[in-house]
């Protein structure tokens, strides 16, 4: 199973997302985040601060893992998505977020999340994460991307 990593940047009241541009994903805002390499990451948390750097420029400090969801996908043809993603939360960091080849981030209050141009799962388990909970969640996905069954286990 893949090992990937999501990330968050969230400031008070602000959450940063990104416009994923290309690849897996595009057209859906999202946190940062990527796929383990065993040849540059020493660990889950060392993928979610490469990719957080290369996808909008900032150097995350101290992420805290807040999640761990687990992504399946029934359509045989995009089994190739099944994924096991480690959740992280930064509130430091360094630098400035700006747009890359990849992402195209933008500041969002908590009131104004563009859930319907996001993954069908964020409005299950986004909220909780912003009220400062950790969770592990399943979700398996049908046709469209559409959720068939979920379960959020509140840690």
């Known amino acids: 199973m893949k090992q990937t990593t999501l990330c968050l940047l969230i400031k008070n009241d602000k959450i ?11 057209g859906r ?3 940062t985040g990527g796929k ?5 990451d020493k660990n889950i948390l060392d993928t979610a601060i490469r990719e957080t750097k290369e996808e909008i420029g900032v150097e995350v400090k101290n992420p ?15 089994q190739h998505g099944n994924q096991d993603v480690s959740l992280f939360v930064a509130k430091d960091w360094l630098g400035e977020p700006a747009e890359s080849e990849e ?11 563009p859930y319907e141009e996001m993954w069908p799962d964020d409005t299950h388990w986004l909220p ?15 046709e469209g991307d559409k959720i068939l069954d979920y379960n959020i286990k509140i840690l």
């Open 16 to 26: 940063l997302l990104a416009m994923k541009k290309r690849g897996f994903g595009a």
């Open 29 to 31: 805002w999202n946190g």
């Open 36 to 40: 383990f390499d065993a040849q540059i």
């Open 64 to 78: 805290e893992k807040v999640g761990l969801f687990h992504f399946r996908f029934a359509d045989e043809e995009k």
């Open 103 to 113: 992402m195209m981030p933008a500041w969002f209050t908590f009131d104004q999340i």
């Open 128 to 142: 909780h994460v912003l009220q400062g909970k950790k969770l592990e969640a399943d979700f398996l996905f049908g």
